[in-house]
Each structure stands twice: as C-alpha cells, then as structure tokens.
C-alpha cells in the first residue's frame, strides 16, 4: 500500500513539472559597456541600392548597423562611409548621437545568413566608437561586445511617389 501511495505522489509531482519556453526571435542583443541590452524592436531595410540597415529600438535607444549589403561575410567598421554603427540615446538631456564613421569608430559586424525565403538576416556585431569630451583632450569609449541580430525581419525600402 505505501508503494502504491509513493508513485502515486510521484506520479502527481512529476505531472505537475512543465517547460515554459520563451522564444526570442526576432532579436538584437549584446552587452553595452558590459551590460546586458537588449531592442524591444528590431527590423532591417534593404534600400534599391542593395545596402541595408539592421535597426534596433529599446524606449530610449536606437542602433543602426549599416552594411553595404546582405551578403554572408565580415564587414569591417572603420573609415567606411557605406559599413557603419549610429547608436542614438535619448537617456539624457540633450539627446546622445554616436557613429563610427569618418575614424570615430572600429569593429565588425558579421552576416552568417541571409535567409531570402523568410525575408530574415542573423549574424553578430562588436564595435567601439570613441567620442572627444567636450573642453578636454580626452575622448570617452562606448563599445557594443558579443552582439547578436537574430532572424531580424528584413523588407524592401518603402519609396513614396510625390505626386
């Protein structure tokens, strides 16, 4: 009779366990000056010339990698005008805007898949992009490490006809 008792809890304990699976695609994450950030929003644009903007939105942030285009391979961030960041912050009065170009910035970003059947993009990113301090000679790094774009939805740049 104890036997039968025994499974039967267990039976009841182990019947109540479950999985609860969060799935986090699409997604743009990585560490932000060591600490953990992540878009509540994220979607890239592919413009008629190819290029495309791989954009991620939190409250009060914005980031931008632009590439020149979709194609699976290592994109240098440095003196490119076409392979860029722009990280904009809206934290603090007045607004923060940074980018990596014209030799502000190094890094890479690297496109593991183009997925052209779902219209999807994945790959990571890892850039630094150094800004002077205003009256000094100093200049302050910000860096984005170990970042991650995740089947980010990728469309056609929308073109308005002005009429």
């Known amino acids: 009779m104890k036997k039968i008792l025994f499974f039967v809890a267990l039976a009841l304990v182990m019947s109540s366990c479950s999985d609860d699976v969060v799935f986090n695609n ?12 992540r878009a509540l929003q994220s979607k890239a644009v592919v413009s008629n010339d190819g290029t495309v903007a791989i954009e991620a939105v939190t409250l009060k942030e914005n980031l931008t990698l632009h590439l020149s285009s979709v194609q699976e391979k290592t994109y240098l961030l440095d003196n490119s005008a076409v392979d860029y960041v722009t990280y904009t912050s809206r934290e603090s009065s007045p607004e923060i805007s940074l980018t990596s170009k014209n030799g502000m910035g190094k890094g890479k970003v690297i496109v593991s898949e183009y997925d052209e059947v779902n219209k999807t993009i ?10 002077p301090v205003t009256g000094t000679q100093e ?5 984005f490490s170990q970042g991650v774009f995740y089947k980010v939805p990728v469309s056609p740049e929308v073109v308005t006809l002005v009429k």
């Open 26 to 37: 699409p997604s743009v994450q990585g560490l932000k000056d060591n600490v953990f950030w």
């Open 122 to 131: 994945t790959g990571t990113f890892t850039f630094v992009i150094t800004t």
């Open 139 to 143: 200049v302050k790094e910000f860096y």
